[in-house]
């Protein structure tokens, strides 16, 4: 059974500060997705990263997936209060996703104005 | 864009009960799951469905059963539902060979 660990669970942060969500795992993945979910609501895809040592940037977010591909980073610039949510890794086995997701069990982000 | 619709935000069922979750999505997608979300315990796998009239299994499907008659609708079953069945429940669904999981909004269900 592969596993994704999430560090740390839990982060409030004040406005305009930096951070970075760590996803580790002891098993390599064929991709890895990061995902939000506001409450009340279901997670909605950021990005895929595939290749190791990939990074991807979406405005103040970088993604980054480590070479041997079995973790990865989620680093927020300037963080916002809209950046609040449930950020959750996701990785695909052999199978590519089609057999499902291994989901890390999330980091719990608080931006405070 | 993709929809993936969850026939109920809010259920609330008694033990004992049938229950039938429902998740219909509009975009042809021939992969689709079922997952629960739990606090501590993250998203796991119920069931799954590679495309229509196929089921697998995921890594808790007891006490579960799915249906996929259509191509568009992926239900799931609570044959006797029980209290710890208690959970938010997910659907998602994803074309085969793109990466990313279109989720519905979920459904909070409740069994007393």
């Known amino acids: 059974t592969q596993l994704l660990e999430q560090s740390p669970q839990f982060l409030s942060i004040q406005e305009g500060e930096n951070l970075t969500v760590y996803c580790n795992s002891s098993?390599?993945?064929?991709?890895l997705q990061w995902y939000r979910q506001e409450p009340g609501e279901g997670p909605v895809l950021l990005v895929t990263?595939?290749?190791?040592?990939e990074v991807k940037k979406l405005k103040r977010l970088t993604f980054q997936f480590g070479d041997a591909r079995k973790d990865s980073s989620l680093h927020i610039t300037a963080a916002q209060p809209g950046d609040t949510g449930l950020y959750l890794c996701?990785?695909?086995?052999?199978?590519?996703?089609?057999?499902?997701?291994?989901f890390g069990k999330g980091t719990h982000l608080i931006i405070q104005p | 864009d993709v929809k993936v619709t969850q026939s109920s935000r809010y259920l609330v069922k008694r033990t004992g009960e049938k229950v039938f979750l429902e998740c219909v999505q509009d975009m042809d997608h021939e992969n689709m799951f079922w997952y629960r979300q739990d606090p501590g315990l993250g998203l796991r796998l119920i069931y799954f469905?590679?495309?229509?009239?196929?089921?697998e299994k995921g890594d808790i499907p007891e006490g579960y059963s799915v249906s996929r008659e259509k191509k568009e609708r992926f239900s799931l079953i609570l044959e006797s539902a029980s209290t710890n069945q208690t959970s938010m429940y997910l659907c998602?669904?994803?074309?085969?060979?793109?990466?990313?999981?279109?989720f519905g909004s979920g459904t909070r269900l409740t069994v007393v």
């Open positions: 996701a990785g695909a086995g052999s199978g590519g996703g089609a057999d499902g997701l291994t």
């Open positions: 990263v595939v290749t190791g040592g």
């Open positions: 098993s390599v993945f064929s991709s």
């Open positions: 998602a669904s994803r074309t085969s060979g793109a990466y990313g999981y279109t």
């Open positions: 469905s590679y495309d229509v009239k196929m089921k």
